[in-house]
């Protein structure tokens, strides 16, 4: 089974001005993002507005990402579409480009029949096909969803379920979610950068976290340092990075990830219509907020 612990990065997508790919910007974020400790990279998950791409963006952006990212990283490639006929392909297709992994998002448009059960089959019927181990993704703030605990415990006898992202922020979800599937080899990956710490206490493997994108060594050196034993020094960590990291979630979403890149020399780039660019005023807040991170951690 593919070990997904560490600290991965949810790759957003710059965009120019017209709103076209940036490929340009996303390679020189690569090459900054590979000299870290970065376990490895999500692309075309919700972070990378993947929902506002095309089919034939979401694949050249597939192509590209995968001659940036050297051996010793992990790439695991969002799918996010409501057909289980129509996910299984995606992962075939993304296995193709070179997909170690997938992170498959739970179908939402029929919310009143989306039961235990069908969730059940979804996941159970993508994972049977799929060439590569598959991520169960969830994401109620989005999706309007939620996958039954009592569910993900079921998934997590298929041996080619490797794992979920918990992306609520719900440290009750996180802690549901690890004791239905406890005692099978389950990976949960924490999504919500604010409970990073308090997720891997409770025994998640490693997170996917948004400000992984705008200070990746930070999200890497609590993991680490957790793993070390040093839970007062993660517990620093943490509170340090707090802040920017519900400024870049919780308070400015996409935007204000992207702002928060620009402010630290990534290429955030444009988001994509009808996502609205930044206020000058939550623009400066970003700026702050992220001047006042590095003033207390000195990252890469």
């Known amino acids: ?9 949810p790759v957003t997508t710059p965009f120019g001005q017209d709103g076209t790919l940036d490929l340009g910007g996303l390679r020189a974020n690569f090459d900054r993002w590979n000299r870290t400790g ?22 050249t952006v597939v192509e590209a ?18 057909g289980t006929r129509e996910a299984i392909r995606q992962c075939r297709q993304a296995a193709e480009l070179g997909a170690e992994a997938v992170l498959v998002s739970a179908p939402s448009y029929f919310k009143s029949r989306m039961t235990a059960d069908a969730f059940f089959v979804h996941f159970w019927s993508v994972a049977d096909e799929s060439p590569v181990p598959v991520l169960v993704y969830s994401v109620p703030q989005f999706t309007g969803v939620s996958i039954p605990p009592g569910t993900v415990g079921r998934l ?21 979610f690890l004791s239905e599937s406890a005692g099978q080899a389950f990976q949960v990956l924490c999504g919500a950068g604010p409970i990073l710490l308090a997720s891997l206490a409770l025994g998640a493997v490693g997170g996917i976290v948004a400000l992984a994108c705008a200070a990746p060594e930070i999200c890497v050196r609590v993991f680490e340092v957790f793993r070390w034993g ?3 020094g993660a517990q620093l960590l943490q509170a340090a990075l707090t802040p920017a990291s519900i400024a870049v979630t ?22 994509r219509l009808p996502l609205l ?17 590095r003033a207390e951690y000195v990252g890469d």
């Open 250 to 271: 919780d308070r400015h979403g996409i935007p204000g990830l992207k702002a928060a890149m620009e402010s630290v020399g990534f290429v955030g780039g444009h988001c």
């Open 277 to 293: 660019q930044l206020s000058e005023e939550a623009r400066e807040e970003i700026v702050k907020t992220f001047a006042a991170l």
């Open 156 to 176: 997590a006898s298929h041996e080619n379920i490797a794992g979920m992202k918990e992306s609520s922020g719900s440290l009750t979800a996180i802690a549901d």
């Open 1 to 9: 089974m593919l070990d997904l612990s560490g600290i991965l990065a």
């Open 38 to 59: 970065l376990a490895g990279y999500v692309v075309l998950g919700s972070n990378g507005e993947a929902v506002y791409l095309s089919e034939t963006e979401k694949w």
């Open 65 to 82: 990402v995968r001659g940036l990212v050297p051996s010793t990283k992990r790439l695991m490639v969002g799918i996010n579409t409501e």
């Open 230 to 232: 040093d839970v007062q």
